[in-house]
């Protein structure tokens, strides 16, 4: 007898990838520049990045190379953001 589908197991991982991204950049949120760097299947990830609002004044970038950052220069290729 079929009661339903279990939840998914992702979410325990997800938290604590939460946690980790948190305390990498420094506790008060999350940037895009780490979520982009350090995430694979970040879809729900992304989501709560939204949904918590840490988009606002987020000082991420997308550098000429690929990589993210959250500060003036690219630590991959040492491009500038201006």
Not at 16 to 37: F, K, N, P, Q, Y
Request: proline share 4%; with cysteine; aromatic share 12%.
């Amino acid at each position: 007898m079929f009661f339903g589908r279990k939840k998914k197991k992702d979410e325990p991982r997800e938290e604590s990838l939460i946690e980790r991204g948190l305390r990498e950049c420094g506790g008060d949120r999350v940037t895009m520049a780490w979520l982009m760097e350090n995430t694979d299947g970040y879809d729900d990830v992304v989501e709560k990045y939204y949904q918590k609002r840490w988009d606002l004044d987020d000082p991420s970038w997308e550098c000429k190379c690929g990589h993210w950052s959250d500060t003036d220069t690219c630590p991959h290729c040492g491009g500038t953001q201006f």
